[in-house]
């Protein structure tokens, strides 16, 4: 019998592993908080045991936003005012774009580009691939947030107050609207209606298509991070020590806990715990339905980035320069990694890794 007839099989059967091999270990494509929800729910499991760096990229200032994952590459800003992208798997740089001025908020993916704001005032989109400029739109004031995007717009708020709904494709104002206070946070969205957080301490809900206020609800000081949608409710913490839980349609406080510091996190919502970092130290999980507190975790400073979940795992950072994994369920630690500073970028998870900024100008993939 002739041996090809068997051999040509085979190699079949090989390359198809093959193949499987590497869709496994591609990474999955990311943006900022997992979500526009901004659930902090990633679709991969990140390492339970720390085997260490994968690779480290540098940067020339403190890294503050969260960096992404689109087609097998790493995307990031820095404070040196500097979009990087480095090869996921080998950790090789492939370009960097100056964009003049910090960027403290995270890179934002629409098809092919990306949508990065600065402090200068300025929103850009820049291919991903080529790490050219295709367009920039200047608001005038300074802008902290992370661009929103969705059904082709992108959505963006300032330090003057504004939230601008800018053309994703072509840079152009569709319509903005006016708020009490800056505005240094991202939005998020549920049920077509925006959340958006202000300086001075308000909550607000406001129509997508356009900018219409909905409803509002003031807290007791600053809010400084993103609202969490999911389930119908609005969750977020604010400077006055507590986090509150507030109905998406109505606007009503369904419940608030009080926590042992300022609350400057985002927060992530899985297993049916909402998880937060405060600035005692610690990182709460509550019942996202009652409110009640589930867990508790240490740490040696205060905890201002946001928790990011992968599988059974919450990922978050503090200002004792460690990066901590804990469990899910019980907040039992599983490991920390050191970095060079303070931690206050917020983690994703991608790839069965997990990648983070930190204030040593340094980004960190560790596996």
């Given at each position: 019998?002739?041996r090809?007839?068997?051999?040509?099989?085979?190699?079949?059967?090989?390359?198809?592993?093959n193949?499987?091999?590497?869709?496994?270990?591609?990474?999955?494509?990311?943006?900022?908080?997992?979500?526009?929800?901004?659930?902090?729910?990633f679709?991969?499991?990140?390492?339970?045991?720390?085997?260490?760096?994968?690779?480290?990229?540098?940067?020339?200032?403190?890294?503050?936003?969260?960096?992404?994952?689109?087609?097998?590459?790493?995307?990031?800003?820095?404070?040196?005012h500097?979009?990087?992208?480095y090869d996921?798997?080998?950790?090789?740089?492939?370009?960097?774009?100056?964009?003049?001025?910090?960027?403290?908020?995270?890179?934002?993916?629409?098809?092919?580009?990306?949508?990065?704001?600065?402090?200068?005032?300025?929103?850009?989109?820049?291919?991903?691939?080529?790490?050219?400029?295709?367009?920039?739109?200047?608001?005038?004031?300074?802008l902290?947030?992370?661009?929103?995007?969705?059904?082709?717009?992108?959505?963006?708020?300032?330090?003057?107050?504004?939230?601008?709904?800018?053309?994703?494709?072509?840079?152009?104002?569709?319509?903005?609207?006016?708020?009490?206070?800056?505005?240094?946070?991202?939005?998020?969205?549920?049920?077509?209606?925006?959340?958006?957080?202000?300086?001075?301490?308000?909550?607000?809900?406001?129509?997508?298509?356009?900018?219409?206020?909905?409803?509002?609800?003031?807290?007791?000081?600053?809010?400084v991070?993103?609202?969490?949608?999911?389930?119908?409710?609005?969750?977020?913490?604010?400077?006055?020590?507590?986090?509150y839980?507030?109905?998406?349609q109505?606007?009503?406080?369904?419940?608030?806990?009080?926590?042992?510091n300022?609350?400057?996190?985002?927060?992530?919502l899985?297993?049916?715990?909402?998880?937060?970092?405060?600035?005692?130290?610690?990182?709460?999980?509550?019942?996202?339905?009652?409110?009640?507190?589930?867990?508790?975790?240490?740490?040696?400073g205060?905890?201002?980035?946001?928790?990011?979940?992968?599988?059974?795992?919450?990922?978050?950072?503090?200002?004792?320069?460690?990066?901590?994994?804990?469990?899910?369920?019980?907040?039992?630690?599983?490991?920390?990694?050191?970095?060079?500073?303070?931690?206050?970028?917020?983690?994703?998870?991608?790839?069965?890794?997990?990648?983070?900024?930190?204030?040593d100008?340094?980004?960190?993939?560790?596996?």
């Amino acid at each position: 019998m002739n041996r090809s007839f068997f051999a040509l099989p085979l190699l079949l059967i090989s390359l198809l592993i093959n193949l499987s091999g590497c869709d496994r270990n591609k990474p999955e494509n990311t943006m900022f908080r997992g979500d526009t929800a901004h659930s902090g729910l990633f679709k991969s499991e990140g390492p339970r045991t720390l085997k260490g760096p994968a690779w480290v990229a540098p940067s020339g200032y403190a890294i503050v936003g969260s960096g992404i994952t689109l087609n097998s590459t790493v995307y990031f800003g820095s404070m040196d005012h500097k979009l990087y992208a480095y090869d996921f798997a080998g950790g090789q740089k492939k370009w960097e774009f100056d964009a003049g001025a910090s960027i403290l908020g995270t890179p934002a993916p629409f098809k092919k580009s990306l949508l990065i704001a600065d402090n200068g005032g300025m929103l850009r989109s820049i291919d991903s691939t080529t790490g050219k400029e295709e367009w920039k739109f200047s608001v005038g004031a300074e802008l902290r947030a992370t661009p929103l995007i969705v059904d082709n717009v992108a959505y963006i708020g300032a330090m003057n107050g504004n939230l601008y709904a800018v053309d994703a494709k072509k840079g152009t104002m569709i319509w903005t609207a006016e708020f009490s206070g800056p505005i240094g946070a991202a939005a998020s969205v549920g049920n077509k209606t925006l959340f958006i957080t202000t300086v001075r301490g308000v909550l607000h809900a406001v129509d997508i298509a356009s900018g219409k206020p909905r409803w509002s609800l003031s807290t007791g000081g600053e809010i400084v991070a993103s609202p969490t949608v999911g389930d119908g409710v609005v969750y977020i913490g604010s400077r006055d020590r507590k986090f509150y839980a507030v109905d998406m349609q109505a606007g009503t406080l369904k419940w608030q806990f009080r926590t042992g510091n300022e609350v400057a996190s985002a927060a992530a919502l899985a297993g049916g715990l909402v998880i937060f970092g405060c600035d005692d130290g610690k990182v709460y999980a509550l019942d996202a339905a009652s409110g009640a507190l589930k867990w508790q975790h240490p740490t040696r400073g205060m905890v201002n980035g946001s928790p990011a979940v992968g599988g059974e795992t919450v990922y978050f950072g503090s200002r004792d320069s460690h990066l901590y994994a804990v469990d899910l369920k019980t907040g039992n630690k599983l490991w920390d990694f050191k970095a060079g500073g303070w931690v206050r970028s917020s983690p994703i998870v991608a790839g069965k890794k997990v990648l983070f900024g930190a204030d040593d100008g340094k980004f960190y993939v560790l596996q």
